[in-house]
């Protein structure tokens, strides 16, 4: 059996993209290469505390571990041998030939880079009072990120808003910059609500993949505020669910639908977002009802990360 070179050992986090279900390997040194040694099953807490110390081009387990019994596959993530051998559930004992299937995936993050994404309605319903609460709840969020932040934390945003078209207002903008483009938030039209879920998801998503793997969010809250139905674009609701779904899935992304003057219940089945993450916000308090929504679930990150 081949013996690590050295006694320091590191760290992989990875996960079931079709389960969900999140691991940690442990990495020792063999020469110039990296090889995992051990596989444990991690806890979404347990996940939040860790990330990802180790980058190179591919990963094999040592020989101290079994490799793929049907293929005799080393690779991680190298084969969908487990995959098609196995009915697959977040409920199952894991197996450790788990780690040769095509859907375990490493994951690299920035443990301290959370990614928001506002989405407004703009359509004339929202114009008047509403509108200016709408402004004023988003100055008032980054007045309180920019007060709790921790010294290492990174928040960065994207806006947009939509009427009779989607306009991205702010990209990976800071907390200052976006104050200050706040007040192009303006009011007209109609509303183009799952062209702008379905533009904000696909850019973003995009954009995330462009990066380097370590310089990507380790969390993504993407927030919609909307009055009314959608009235019709060049995306439907299915469209809009399907990237929901798939967002929540495979990148762990966290929506909120914020909605008034429609049924709430309605208004997220039809996005697939979960009642538990609609909210209802009353037209007269709107200022107060979104920035608390959104300042609540920036906490909830932040405590995920460092539970006590």
Same mark, same amino acid.
Not at 49 to 73: A, H, W
Not at 129 to 144: G, H, K, P, S, Y
Not at 221 to 226: E, M, N, Q, S, W
């Given at each position: #059996? ?16 079709? $389960? ?18 051990? #596989? ?9 505390? !860790? ?24 690779? %991680? ?7 098609? %051998?196995?009915?697959?559930? +977040?409920? #199952? ?32 319903? #929202?114009?008047?009072? $509403? ?18 932040? =921790?010294?290492?934390?990174?928040? +960065? ?33 109609? $509303?183009?609500?799952?062209? =702008? ?58 929506? &909120? ?6 049924? &709430?219940?309605?208004? =997220?089945?039809?996005?697939? !977002? ?11 308090? +709107? ?10 679930? %920036?906490?909830? %990150? ?7």
């Amino acid at each position: #059996m081949q013996r690590p070179t050295s006694k320091e050992s590191k760290i992989l986090k990875a996960r079931c993209v079709k $389960t969900g279900l999140r691991f940690g390997l442990e990495l020792r040194r063999f020469g110039s290469t990296w090889k995992v040694v051990n #596989m444990v099953r991690l806890s979404e807490t347990e996940a939040k505390t !860790i990330s990802s110390e180790v980058y190179q081009s591919e990963f094999v387990t040592n020989d101290n571990l079994i490799p793929c019994q049907k293929c005799g596959n080393r690779k %991680i993530g190298g084969c969908g041998c487990s995959r098609k %051998i196995r009915q697959c559930s +977040a409920s #199952m004992k894991y197996q450790f030939d788990c780690v040769y299937c095509d859907s375990f995936k490493i994951e690299y993050e920035n443990p301290n880079y959370t990614h928001v994404c506002v989405v407004l309605d703009a359509s004339g319903s #929202m114009r008047g009072q $509403t509108e200016e609460d709408v402004r004023r709840a988003l100055i008032n969020f980054c007045v309180e990120q920019r007060k709790n932040a =921790a010294k290492d934390e990174k928040i +960065a945003v994207d806006l947009y808003q939509f009427s009779d078209e989607v306009k991205r207002l702010a990209h990976n903008s800071t907390l200052d910059e976006l104050e200050r483009r706040v007040s192009q938030y303006l009011c007209s039209g109609l $509303t183009l609500l799952y062209d =702008a879920v379905c533009q904000g998801i696909d850019e973003l998503d995009a954009f995330f993949n462009a990066l380097p793997a370590n310089e990507r969010p380790a969390d993504v809250l993407f927030v919609i505020v909307t009055d009314g139905e959608d009235t019709g674009g060049k995306f439907n609701a299915e469209d809009a669910k399907s990237r929901i779904r798939r967002q929540r899935e495979e990148h762990g992304w966290k929506f &909120v639908l914020l909605v008034s003057g429609v049924d &709430v219940n309605s208004a =997220a089945a039809s996005l697939g !977002i979960s009642p538990s993450e609609a909210i209802e916000f009353n037209r007269e308090k +709107a200022e107060n009802d979104i920035q608390k929504v959104m300042n609540v679930n %920036i906490a909830n %990150i932040r405590t995920s990360r460092n539970p006590r």
